[in-house]
C-alpha cells in the first residue's frame, strides 16, 4: 500500500511560481511511475505531468509544457512539481498519482493523493 500527502499549494498571482510536494510511504515507491493530476471546478480531472520510475523519462500535457516541471527523489520518496509562469486557467486541485504502469489517464492510477489547492489570481 501507498499513501501520497500532497503540500505546497496556496494562492499566488498570475506569473508567479509555487513548487508542490508529494510525500510518499510505501517501501514501492522508487518502482512506481508517478504523475501530477488536477481538477478545476466543474471539470474533469486531468493529466498534467508524469515521470517515470527512475526519473529520467518525464511528459507533460501541452498546457503546462515549458512552464512546469516534474521531478522526484527516490531517495526521500517524494515528487516535486515545479510550476512557473502561472496563469489563472491553471486554478486548480491537483493530485499526486502513482502507477505501476502507464501514469497518464485517471483510470491507470493505482493511488491518490487527498489533493492541494492551487488558487491563480488575474
Known amino acids: 500500500q501507498v499513501q501520497l500527502v500532497e503540500s505546497g499549494g496556496g494562492l499566488v498571482q498570475a506569473g508567479g511560481s509555487l513548487r508542490l510536494s508529494c510525500a510518499a510511504s510505501?517501501?514501492?515507491?522508487?518502482?512506481?511511475?508517478m504523475g501530477w493530476f488536477r481538477q478545476a471546478p466543474g471539470k474533469e480531472r486531468e493529466f498534467v505531468a508524469a515521470?517515470?520510475?527512475?526519473?529520467?523519462?518525464?511528459y507533460y500535457a501541452d498546457s503546462v509544457k515549458g512552464r512546469f516541471t516534474i521531478s522526484r527523489d527516490n531517495a526521500k520518496i517524494t515528487l516535486y512539481l515545479q510550476m512557473d509562469s502561472l496563469k489563472p486557467e491553471d486554478t486548480a486541485v491537483y493530485y499526486c498519482?502513482?502507477?505501476?504502469?502507464?501514469?497518464?489517464?485517471?483510470?491507470?492510477?493505482?493511488?491518490w493523493g487527498q489533493g492541494t489547492q492551487v488558487t491563480v489570481s488575474s
Open positions: 515521470i517515470n520510475w527512475f526519473g529520467v523519462g518525464t
Open positions: 498519482a502513482a502507477s505501476r504502469g502507464a501514469v497518464t489517464t485517471t483510470k491507470d492510477v493505482n493511488y
Open positions: 510505501g517501501r514501492t515507491f522508487g518502482s512506481l511511475n
